[in-house]
């Protein structure tokens, strides 16, 4: 994959314009759910030239409208509307957005060139970088897609005063993530920044941080080959809670799940590989402070170590497949995990988070 | 991208179980059409372990069904009957099928591999290798794909014992053109063979030559950004001519579109790059004796002149997109000609073919 131009920024306009003047598109496009078309999509048309002159495609809003039927009305409108290969897509919104019309950009005519602006910080640190795209198909996350690297990525933190603070919660859970896997100055930064503070010019400076933690990574292994399942840290537990509560009908954030799957993976790091027990206190007490405690019993034991199970990481259906820490910054991929180890890890994890 | 492992060979199930066993798929499956699912599918399995235990997706034949429906349904049974990401897609067809195969395969869950089986010399000289994959949409042919390289491409002349000698014609013409561009001695053995005497073992050694000028150019600029484009001789006209036919509702094969197109663009060769005069009488020979003559008049000239100013090649309507040659393998890409020379050109083509 071709290299990917990250922009950290607080003028976005401006950012924009340049990076199109660079390219030289022959048309720009401009994608958008209902919700960035109406809040944040006439800001940028107000300063940037190249976003006012910009034919605009607009999409339902939400993880269930990433689908065929959304990404086919992107592909036609952009045949109708005149886009040849020489073309630009311009993908305006979270990350359901930037996965779809980077999905799209990299598949009308065989590929033209889009540059993502994620909207929301989940977006901008997860979604918007490192060139996975896609869409759900046939009831199944991202079944379809690509990888194919944005030409260039905004990332800017203007747009999050919008944002509930849920939503900037969500988002910091995966800085957290890539702050334990790079080091220790990091990850102490990162624990020492109050969310609800809302400091947007401080929050710009550690996602800038925190995104080259991530794309050193992709840049090392755009495919998941190996070091890319870094990534994965807290995911193997966190859709695990995710599903459950979907389950229960009450479905949690995406990055709540991932700071609760953090807690019980760092606990497995430390039963298995001697992750230190001083560390996993400050970040369990961290993330009870900021994200409460995601609740269930040993009955759900089973419910959960089941869905663990299908988990598409892992080789053969019993063997559940981890990526842990010996200490901050110092990782393995590929472990793997008894059922009776992480039933241990539970169990700890209830402890740790006072239920 | 990544480089592609073309085999050339007539002992095809053989070669499908050893790759196979090289790369250790979790699951394999066999993409057919209904045509090659009756005529091929049966032989392969008579002698490939792999393809009698492999799982198969049968989709309609012909052009019209290289769609999004033909596409959704690949997906759909990949992921309902067990594909994983290291699942393996081999796809047994003509251009069709190796190439919306290939980009379902591409973009099933971010990516399988997948091993093309032509099953037509067009397929095998064109289509199975080289990356370009997709389907036909919204009215447009391959206007939605990718540029993904099949992990290997198993071509042989074994199939072509059921095709019409007209589909054997039209894939040679593809052949022609690779000699045009490659060098004398390539150019010239292809003009010594009969497509009629259909000697199989003689016409592999051909097609392996001839791929291997594709694969060389293909090497050197995967996603056509120049010198790809000299794969395009023949085509600016061929493509005018095939819809001209359409339009006259007696469509014409592929090959014989750009046979018929290689004859005006050497003229337009001679006229503007001093294309040896009686390398372009000897190569309309050939063309006239094996494929015939296109018929048309000065009156059907503007129309053929819009089409060819629709090209998606052109960077303006009114500057048409050429590749042309000075001599045999001597090639510059990216010329343009004027409507007056091309009607010139037209003219020479109607005496050269004795219309």
């Not at 030289?24 to 190249?50: C, H, I, M, W, Y």
């Not at 009955?299 to 053969?316: A, G, I, V, W």
């Amino acid at each position: 994959m071709e290299e990917q131009q990250l922009i950290f920024t607080n003028h976005v306009a401006e950012a924009l314009d340049n990076i199109l003047a660079e390219i030289g598109p022959a048309k720009v496009f401009v994608l958008a759910d209902v919700n960035t078309a109406g809040l944040v999509l006439p800001r940028l048309q107000a300063e940037s030239k190249a976003a006012a002159e910009a034919e605009t495609i607009i999409v339902k809003a939400g993880d269930m409208n990433k689908n065929l039927e959304s990404l086919s009305l992107i592909w036609k409108q952009l045949g109708e509307r005149g886009a040849t290969r020489h073309a630009l897509l311009v993908n305006l919104g979270g990350g359901v957005v930037t996965d779809m019309g980077a999905f799209a950009a990299a598949t009308f005519k065989r590929g033209i060139k889009c540059v993502n602006i994620p909207t929301t910080l989940l977006g901008a640190v997860d979604a918007a970088v490192g060139g996975k795209t896609g869409i759900n198909f046939n009831g199944l996350k991202n079944e379809i897609g690509a990888f194919s690297l944005a030409t260039a990525v905004i990332i800017s933190t203007t747009f999050f005063n919008t944002l509930p603070e849920q939503e900037l919660l969500s988002g910091y859970a995966e800085m957290l993530k890539h702050g334990l896997i790079s080091d220790k100055h990091i990850y102490d930064s990162l624990l020492k920044y109050r969310i609800a503070m809302a400091d947007p010019q401080r929050l710009l400076e550690l996602l800038e941080q925190s995104v080259k933690v991530k794309e050193d990574i992709v840049r090392r292994d755009p495919t998941e080959q190996g070091i890319r399942r870094a990534l994965n840290l807290g995911h193997t537990i966190g859709h695990a809670f995710e599903s459950l509560a979907l389950e229960r009908r009450s479905p949690i954030p995406h990055g709540y799940a991932v700071a609760w799957g953090l807690v019980v993976e760092l606990v497995l790091s430390h039963m298995k590989m001697g992750f230190p027990a001083d560390e996993l206190r400050r970040f369990a007490g961290y993330v009870l402070e900021n994200y409460g405690a995601f609740d269930f019993t040993c009955d759900d034991y089973p419910e959960l170590l089941r869905f663990m199970s299908h988990d598409k990481k892992n080789e053969t259906p019993d063997q559940i497949n981890f990526t842990l820490l010996r200490n901050i910054g110092d990782l393995q991929i590929d472990c793997t995990a008894t059922p009776e180890e992480i039933t241990a890890a539970l169990d700890i994890y209830r402890d740790l988070m006072k239920l």
